[in-house]
């Protein structure tokens, strides 16, 4: 390969470099919510998969069923999970042309 031709993957692995670490920004301002129970639990992650914030309704906790609360509140969580999973997957994909970097997402 030609001496000019290694200058330029490099100048664009350097230019993907900057806009990954732009998404990874981004990423991180953006919430994402799951609720499970019709509402009954609400979980908040942000884009790199964080919790921020657990919403229990007084209606979900039951005293005698308490291991339904830690299934709805499980639940609400994976699916915050997933949707910034999603998003991260999605949003990075733009950058990279589809190319699969391991260890960025």
Do not use: C
Not at 11 to 17: C, D, G, S, T, V
Not at 40 to 52: F, I, T
């Amino acid at each position: 390969m030609a001496k000019g031709g290694y200058g330029n993957i490099m100048l664009q692995a350097k230019r993907m470099q900057g806009q990954i670490k732009t998404l990874q920004d981004a990423l991180a301002e953006q919430t994402f919510e799951g609720a499970a129970g019709g509402g009954l639990v609400k979980v908040v992650v942000d884009g790199r998969q964080k919790v921020q914030k657990i919403d229990i309704t007084p209606e979900a906790l039951d005293p005698d069923d308490l291991d339904e609360v830690a299934d709805l509140l499980t639940a609400a969580l994976n699916m915050a999970i997933t949707a910034s999973q999603e998003n991260s997957q999605s949003e990075m994909k733009k950058i990279t042309g589809g190319i699969h970097l391991p260890g960025l997402f």
